[in-house]
């Protein structure tokens, strides 16, 4: 099931809307919890049940390691070898489900076998489910977070709103808040303010996303004949589809949390408009990079050892980054670009601050946006058509080029009112982008007044008839 679908909008989260707010009504809050836990679980294995026992799975040897990481009466040495257990069983789950595969082709390729693939279709969601349980396991050897309540694990886990695709939470940011008494009952002013973010990200997702998604898919799947202005097109437009896309979804998934009373962290501050790449990812996937720096970097010994050590721990956590995104040589060699771009940002911090605010972000963005084309590309083949058509093409690109970008093969509108629409939704979406405020900021400042609420129907309405089909989010693959 997707945030973006009438279902989800009207069925179902009305439905666990309804039905956790109606459970407040006794006493202990677990019959809320465990009504959440049911829900979500509904919520992710609603179209392939095989899923929930994954999950499951994963959520009861996880539980049952981290209790038992929190008993005093184990010595260091038992509570060190369930530790090195739980790592390896989750980077074993994670690793066997994304990366078998990968392995297997790279044997081949090197050694000339003919090992067969599984073709393992790895489980929505397992590289944020893992990580979060990773990050629990890491919090219990270290006494900090012991849990002794099944159900409460079970609803850190699998909490539907961030599930699939974060934000990644720390037990400790998440838990508490279930247990408030006030957080149990309807608030009203956080319903309407949760609305207007999700409805913010739904129309990021459906108006903004998916119709830049038009010009990106038509220039990447043509690759091979593509000319200047075609490329560099088709390149901007992913650069705005996977922005809006999984800025998106994080709205509607803090909208949808807010409105149960659940405060999820940020994961978006406006990362187009940082100065250098350093700053990009303090503003990109905000809680992925906590994760990394808290349990990649720093065990590497993050800056702590001179200049040449921290530069190598840049580098391996960036590699890591890459492949944590997919099993695919082309998100190795995207992260390795921005893990050289952010040792340079360190390298020439002080050069930099010379140079005029808005060319360090002109400059900032036209990196971040040439490298999506390695996340975005499908094999290096066609990586390098782009490259190619971008830095030495063999033509401009005449009008009907560009035209075919535009065109949307399922409206099956006229190709010059495909045009029209679109270039108005390019200026929209670039609009959005220069004034855009984060989530945090529009529940914040969101006021219930008559045009405001004439602005968030008409801004929902408009999104749920620009909704023609159902359309995945872009990190529902990673």
Request: charged share 15%; net charge positive; proline share 4%.
């Amino acid at each position: 099931m997707i945030f973006s679908s009438y279902i989800f909008m009207f069925v179902f989260f009305p439905l666990v809307f309804c039905g956790y707010f109606l459970l407040s009504k006794c006493r202990r809050p677990m019959f809320q919890h465990a009504f959440l836990v049911a829900a979500s679980l509904v919520f992710y294995g609603w179209d392939n049940p095989k899923y929930v026992f994954i999950i499951v799975t994963s959520i009861l040897l996880n539980y049952f390691l981290s209790f038992w990481l929190a008993k005093e009466s184990f010595s260091n040495k038992t509570r060190k070898a369930l530790f090195i257990l739980g790592i390896v069983f989750n980077i074993g789950i994670l690793g066997f489900f994304k990366y078998t595969d990968f392995v297997i082709s790279n044997v081949n390729f090197l050694t000339g076998s003919r090992i067969e693939s599984l073709n393992l279709v790895f489980p929505l969601g397992i590289s944020f489910f893992t990580f979060q349980q990773f990050s629990f396991i890491v919090s219990c050897y270290k006494n900090k977070t012991p849990c002794r309540n099944f159900i409460n694990y079970a609803l850190f886990v699998s909490f539907f709103p961030q599930l699939i695709a974060g934000p990644i939470v720390l037990y400790e940011e998440m838990m508490p808040q279930f247990q408030e008494e006030k957080r149990r009952r309807i608030n009203a002013e956080n319903v309407i303010r949760g609305l207007a973010v999700f409805a913010s990200g739904f129309f990021k997702k459906i108006v903004l996303a998916d119709t830049f998604a038009v010009l990106a898919t038509n220039g990447f799947s043509g690759a091979g004949s593509l000319s200047f202005l075609p490329a560099w097109i088709a390149v901007f437009a992913y650069a705005f589809q996977i922005y809006f896309d999984f800025s998106g979804y994080c709205d509607m998934a803090i909208g949808g949390a807010l409105m149960l009373n659940i405060e999820l962290p940020l994961n978006f501050n406006a990362p187009y408009r940082a100065k250098n790449v350093r700053e990009f990812w303090r503003r990109w996937h905000i809680t992925l990079g906590r994760a990394l720096t808290t349990y990649v970097y720093i065990p590497l010994g993050g800056n702590r050892k001179g200049n040449a050590r921290t530069y190598l721990n840049l580098m391996a956590t960036f590699l890591i980054s890459g492949l944590w995104h997919g099993p695919a040589w082309t998100f190795v060699v995207w992260g390795a670009l921005h893990g050289f771009a952010n040792i340079f940002d360190r390298v020439f911090e002080k050069q930099q601050e010379k140079i005029p605010a808005f060319l360090r972000q002109l400059v900032t963005f036209l990196f971040v946006t040439i490298a999506w084309v390695l996340f975005r590309a499908q094999s290096w083949g066609q990586a390098g058509s782009v490259y190619k058509a971008m830095f030495a093409p063999r033509s401009m690109g005449g009008f009907s080029e560009i035209c075919a970008l535009f065109y949307d093969g399922y409206t099956n509108l006229p190709q010059l009112m495909s045009f029209a629409m679109i270039c108005l939704i390019f200026l929209v979406g670039v609009v959005w982008v220069v004034k855009e405020k984060n989530a945090k900021s529009l529940a914040a400042d969101f006021r219930i007044t008559p045009k405001s609420a004439i602005l968030l129907a008409v801004v929902y309405a408009f999104a749920i008839l620009h909704l023609t089909r159902l359309s995945p989010f872009i990190y529902f693959n990673f």
